[in-house]
Each structure stands twice: as structure tokens, then as C-alpha cells.
């Protein structure tokens, strides 16, 4: 989550009460100006809200993102996208809980590190 030169450091959040929800704790707009790697758990459904509300808070719309689902399983499967397309992005994938999000340049890193194109 860490990479020399991308990132010094990662915030792992809970995506499961929406940015837009009264009982929301998470301070999005620090998280968006952060410059640190992103992680959301419990987050699909709330997704799309949540990258509204870090590109409203100065967070660039080119950040990428990844969703993994079912991590660490033989059945693990992944979608990259610009943030501001990852919700959908996760939604034609079918991604459903468990899933989480990582946001950040770490998320190019990895996926060359694995030989996957970039979106």
C-alpha cells in the first residue's frame, strides 16, 4: 500500500456509512488531501458517494482505483478505473461484498507488477 516516491503512508477507512450520511466520522476532505493510499472496506454500496466526495474535496478525478472482491481466495477478481468510474466500473463487475478499494498511484504500481494494463 506503501510505494518509494508514491506513497508514505495508508488510511484504511470504512465505507460502509457514506460520506453523505449524518453519522459519517470519516473526514473525507483530509483523506482527499492526504496524499496517502486510500483503502475503503465495507464501501461497494456506498462507493460511487464516496469518490463523489473525495474529487469534490480536491482529490484528482484521474486517481486510479481498484476494487478486489473476494481477496486472497481462489476466486479473487479485480476492476481498475479512474475514481470517478470505479463505482460503476464495480457495478458492471458484479462486485459485491466482502470487496474493499484501494485509491492512489500504489494502484498503477500493483497493477504493473501483475501485468495488468492500465484502464
Do not use: K, N, Y
Request: negative net charge; contains cysteine.
Amino acid at each position: 500500500m506503501t510505494h518509494r516516491g508514491l506513497s508514505q503512508g495508508v488510511a484504511v477507512v470504512s465505507g460502509h456509512v457514506g460520506p453523505d450520511d449524518p453519522r459519517s466520522e470519516v473526514d473525507w476532505a483530509a483523506l482527499a488531501t492526504s496524499r496517502l493510499t486510500i483503502v475503503i472496506l465495507m464501501g461497494v454500496a456506498t462507493l460511487g458517494s464516496i469518490a463523489e466526495a473525495l474529487v469534490a474535496a480536491a482529490l484528482s478525478p484521474d486517481a486510479p482505483a481498484a476494487c478486489i472482491a473476494d481477496g486472497a481466495t481462489p476466486q479473487q477478481r479485480s476492476v481498475r478505473a479512474p475514481l470517478p468510474q470505479i463505482a460503476s466500473a464495480a457495478d458492471e463487475g458484479g462486485f459485491a461484498p466482502p470487496a474493499i478499494t484501494v485509491i492512489g498511484d500504489v494502484v498503477d504500481a500493483i497493477g504493473a507488477a501483475l501485468g495488468q494494463p492500465q484502464p
